[in-house]
């Protein structure tokens, strides 16, 4: 086992983990809330070092990330564990049971992100920031490669940490899985954690090229206003963030009807009133192209392959900048 970056250590051998917004005090011989830190007398060790649960090459708009050198194809890796319990969690299988994991080195996993001529590695499946010490050392490996590292992650976590692991990271897919204290209270089991998922928002929108995923799902996050108040907050940001709206399908401990492809369609109409970029996932013939914000013109098509049509940073027809990291 690997020691713990973040932690104090407490009276009578207990120790808590100051990693993530949860603090949890644990007991020698216990786990964290997310099953990743475990105290040995009063000390705390990440108990998922090194341990990938699944691992693919993917094409980068899989995770999603639409601006970031489209085309391009990543090496996903993930863990095991969980710092929320989302009752609709998408990979419950590795979050939530014992999944079987596999030792590899991040030597191994640059060498196999370079045979295989992709951009980098994306940390990803599982939440990544729980495997903090492991990513942070292969992050490092990545940019000594002349590699990129991507985050695709629930976004909870101490902003010391966050701060040093960006120093690393080159883009980042953030989930904000609603726009209520409410949500991340009920459906998420994480009481009071909606500023910091905001506040990890603002600090990675200064350090590195982000986008936000948000679930629709139906009665629960997908109010007209509070659709209207996260793209409006998301604009103060930057109206260039990319937003994606997922689909919800029944998955996990949540049974309710998949959200209606109607729905999906007025909240993309409600979130392009103040954001460029907005795209719909998991709707079938949804339009993935990225149009130019001033004429509309399609800059990058997405269909079985990803045609970008760009001068320079510019938009060919009008001469509007683009963002978009394109290498
Ligand atoms: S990282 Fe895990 S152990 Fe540490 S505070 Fe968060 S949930 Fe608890």
């Known amino acids: ?28 011989g216990n786990r964290g809330f997310c099953r990743a830190k475990e105290n040995h007398a009063g000390e705390l060790y990440s108990t998922i070092y090194a341990e990938v649960s699944s691992s693919a090459i993917d094409p980068i708009e899989k995770k999603p990330l639409y601006h970031f050198c489209p085309g391009s194809t990543i090496l996903s890796i993930g863990t095991i564990g969980c710092n929320l319990r989302c009752k609709f969690c998408q990979n419950w299988h590795i979050a939530h049971i014992q999944a079987p994991t596999r030792r590899r080195s991040g030597r191994e996993l640059v060498n196999e992100a370079l045979h295989n001529d992709t951009i980098g590695i994306a940390y990803t499946y599982s939440e990544p920031l729980i495997w ?31 701060e040093e692991l960006l120093s690393y ?30 506040e990890t928002a603002k600090v990675v929108s200064k350090a590195c090229h982000l986008e936000v995923t948000t679930l629709l799902i139906p009665g629960l996050n997908d109010d007209p206003d509070e659709l209207q108040e996260l793209a409006y907050w998301l604009a103060e940001l930057n109206p260039d963030i990319p937003l994606h709206l997922n689909r919800y399908f029944p998955n996990y401990q949540m049974d309710l009807s998949p959200t209606t492809v109607e729905s999906m369609l007025m909240a993309k ?50 001469g509007t900048v683009i963002s978009l990291i394109l290498s």
């Open 1 to 28: 086992m690997y020691r713990a970056l973040y932690f104090e250590k407490l009276e009578d051998n207990l120790v808590r983990c100051t990693l993530c917004p949860r603090e949890c005090v644990i007991k020698p």
């Open 132 to 162: 903090y010490e492991y990513i942070l050392d292969t992050s490092k490996k990545v940019k000594e490669a002349g590699l990129k590292n991507v985050l695709v992650t629930n976004g909870l976590i101490h902003r010391k940490p966050l």
């Open 169 to 198: 990271i080159d883009g980042v897919n953030l989930d904000i899985k609603a726009f209520t204290e409410k949500f991340y209270d009920e459906v998420c089991g994480g009481k009071d954690y909606f500023n910091y998922v905001k």
């Open 269 to 318: 109409e409600i979130a392009e009133e103040y954001l460029h970029y907005v795209y719909l996932g998991n709707v079938a013939d949804a339009d993935r192209t990225t149009y130019c914000s001033e004429c509309h013109y399609p800059v990058v098509k997405r269909d079985w392959f990803v045609e970008v049509d760009l001068n320079g940073e510019c938009c060919p027809e009008c």
